[in-house]
């Protein structure tokens, strides 16, 4: 087993991982574990579930962006019809490599990268019925409908799979964007993660700090920290309104075991729809 690297808060209100809703409510984000999800212990069907989300993390292919990273994603999205408590995915477009592609946004609040639109590969669609991750996806909405008065429009979802690989001591992977950031940056949008497995690395601590850290390292004397905590066990994960804060995950690395090493989370993007006409 990996030593677990220690939790360092900045301050006392930073939270556990039972922290649930109210500090979504009260500080922007929060920490939660499988007790919260309602989940556990894992019984057969559920532990079953999860065993096919791992196959198809395991599967995952390379990010096409981000050649050199060590990380591998597929992105599907979902929309959610408060009115008829009925979630739907979107088809993604056909590809002759991947099955599907979906279009993916990268805005304004990704430093690294300039506005454009990308591709990226679909979720398999004999994944998109699995009860685990439409339980999981659902509970993301709950959480979100329980702090936004958002009964009367669509609740748009985008669903990462995001697995970060080392194969050998002394290789990295690394995350996007990689330093403290916002994925909109909009009072609407929340980010929920989910912990999928995590095997034989180090590293890949989460960090939550204010808007204005947004484009700094966590290290940088400048950046203002909430919490610093890592991701252990299954199903273990944590949400942020993003424009209350902004957030990090560092490189994994190479564990003391040998063979390969892997962090595979599943990333649940929430927000409003908004009309294009």
């Known amino acids: 087993?990996?030593?677990?690297?220690?939790?360092?808060?900045?301050?006392?209100?930073?939270?556990?991982?039972?922290?649930?809703?109210?500090?979504?409510?009260?500080?922007?984000?929060?920490?939660?574990?499988?007790?919260?999800?309602?989940?556990?212990?894992?019984?057969?069907?559920?532990?079953?579930?999860?065993?096919?989300?791992?196959?198809?993390?395991?599967?995952?292919?390379?990010?096409?962006?981000?050649?050199?990273?060590?990380?591998?994603?597929?992105?599907?999205?979902?929309?959610?019809?408060?009115?008829?408590?009925?979630?739907?995915?979107?088809?993604?477009?056909?590809?002759?490599?991947?099955?599907?592609?979906?279009?993916?946004?990268?805005?304004?609040?990704?430093?690294?990268?300039?506005?454009?639109?990308?591709?990226?590969?679909?979720?398999?669609?004999?994944?998109?019925?699995?009860?685990?991750?439409?339980?999981?996806?659902?509970?993301d909405i709950e959480q979100v409908l329980s702090l936004k008065n958002l009964g009367r429009r669509p609740l748009w979802a985008g669903v990462h799979f995001i697995k970060l690989r080392v194969d050998h001591p002394g290789q990295d992977a690394v995350s996007s964007p990689n330093c403290l950031h916002q994925d909109g940056g909009s009072a609407g949008t929340f980010t929920f993660a989910h912990l999928i497995s995590r095997t034989n690395v180090t590293g890949g601590q989460n960090v939550i700090a204010t808007p204005d850290s947004a484009g700094l390292q966590p290290e940088d004397p400048w950046a203002d920290i909430h919490a610093r905590f890592t991701l252990t066990h299954p199903l273990e994960g944590y949400a942020v309104h993003d424009h209350r804060v902004s957030h990090y995950v560092g490189p994994v690395r190479a564990g003391s075991e040998p063979g390969p090493g892997e962090r595979s989370i599943l990333i649940v993007g929430l927000a409003p729809y908004v009309p294009q006409l």
């Not at 690297?5 to 500080?27: H, I, K, Q, T, Y």
């Not at 993604?92 to 490599?97: C, F, I, S």
Request: glycine share 12%.
């Open 1 to 139: 087993m990996e030593k677990a690297e220690p939790e360092v808060r900045s301050n006392s209100d930073a939270g556990g991982p039972g922290d649930g809703l109210a500090g979504l409510r009260e500080r922007g984000f929060a920490r939660y574990g499988a007790e919260q999800l309602g989940i556990t212990p894992l019984g057969s069907a559920a532990a079953r579930d999860l065993a096919g989300m791992r196959e198809a993390f395991a599967d995952l292919p390379p990010d096409p962006y981000a050649p050199g990273t060590n990380r591998f994603r597929r992105y599907s999205h979902a929309v959610y019809l408060p009115w008829k408590d009925e979630l739907s995915w979107i088809p993604g477009t056909p590809d002759p490599v991947h099955g599907t592609v979906t279009d993916f946004a990268v805005g304004q609040n990704e430093p690294e990268h300039p506005p454009t639109r990308r591709a990226l590969p679909g979720v398999p669609e004999t994944l998109l019925g699995n009860p685990l991750l439409l339980r999981l996806l659902r509970w």
